[in-house]
């Protein structure tokens, strides 16, 4: 698509597209894998749950409607070529398309004061939308991922600071908890993102990119994380949760993806942050000519 303006208009359109997209339409990973739990669940009661949500999406994209009515905080993950020409234009673009979006598509307005209780009525305010700067790419291209993420699974985010000589146990201690304490609320089948080592802040940002970036399917290139991704899913599993809480053998969750950073000797960050099964998201690409694509 080729636009007929400047720069940052051409990026404020593309994100309106992209979060259009995202509020809308299911990316294939995530609705592939719900798919497969409902052939793959042996509970009656969770199988009706999961096919009511995969009638949610069906007219969701019929109706050209938000998927859920939480449209959640936006977040966006940013990275941008060194060649690109209005990097200083990219942070006000955002915050522009976020105000443009919750009254064109529409967004409902979740920016709350914690102090006032005023509602900014837009999605934006102080911090808000949530922008984290992820790094260059190749080229001179801009890369933005558009995360709505509802306030259910952000309800359960959670954090501890393990014992460093119990290892990975406390890795599978401090996951099951969560999902335990969790129950229904984050709107199961869930990705769940495990963020471990570096700081306690960077250990829940890996957590919670891991939850709504990776896509479902994919595997943490360290084969030994790859097989406590493993592990940890069928573990969830176990417990019996199931699609919305309400008891199932396979739909508590549908992934988890952990990311780690290497740690200081005396602390042992671990992080879990949940996504709901509307895992909604679109990854943006703009040209300097002002072209974009999205992808889901």
Known sequence: MWLDMDLKDAIVRAVVDGLHRAVVYLPKDVKEAIKRVYEEEKSPTAKTHLEAILRNIELAERLGLPLCQDTGIITFYV???????????????LIEAVRKATSTIPLRPNSVDPFTNRNSGDNTGRYVPVIFWDGFRDGDGLEIVVVPKGGGSEYVSTFAMGVPGKGVENIKEVVLDAVVRAGAMPCPPTIIGVGIGGTADLAMH???KAATVRRVGSRNPDPHVAELEEELLKMVNSLGIGAMGMGGTASTALAVHIEYAYRHPATYPIAVAFQCWAARRAVVTIEPSGR???EQ
Do not use: S
């Open 206 to 208: 890996l957590a919670r």
């Open 79 to 93: 990275r941008v070529g060194t060649g690109f020409p209005a990097i200083h234009q990219i942070e006000e673009a």
């Open 292 to 294: 974009y694509e999205i």
